[in-house]
């Protein structure tokens, strides 16, 4: 008899819950997995891109937006958003809240959201964010 059936034929007649018993081991007889040792080390680099809207956006047929409207941390204004592939990955907030992969594309020269029934509001902040990973 499987537990399933063995579980439901408790469970159903007697309406409670049957959970199989849980043996209880002694932890000094478990081996600890052996010690990695780390080669090099990794280093991250993050770079942000800020957008403020400046007139209401509309998605219905989404829309391209060219790096030169972002600034980066510094308040900077940028040509190009650095991506870091394939060792790293972007995300994009707009107004503070982060956005599905699948919302959009990043390409050095743009960002590009796709279609959706909604609208990005003048004064709205975008920002994305590119992280990459380098070992040393």
Known sequence: MNLQKLMCDTCCE??????PRIK?????SIQ?????????TIIP???????????????????????????????NPVTEFTLFNPNGYVN?????????GGAYK????SLTLNPFNATIFTGTPIIIESLGFQQM
Request: no cysteine; net charge negative; hydrophobic share 40%.
């Open 14 to 19: 007697n309406n409670r819950v049957f959970w």
């Open 24 to 28: 209880a081991v002694d932890i000094g």
């Open 32 to 40: 600890s997995p052996s010690e990695v040792t780390p080669v090099g």
């Open 45 to 75: 680099t993050i770079n942000r891109y800020f957008y403020i809207v400046t007139e209401d956006i509309d998605l219905t047929n989404g829309v391209t937006l060219p790096a030169n409207l972002f600034t980066d941390d510094n308040g």
């Open 92 to 100: 994009l907030y707009i107004n503070a809240v982060m956005q599905e």
């Open 106 to 109: 990043v390409t050095p020269d």
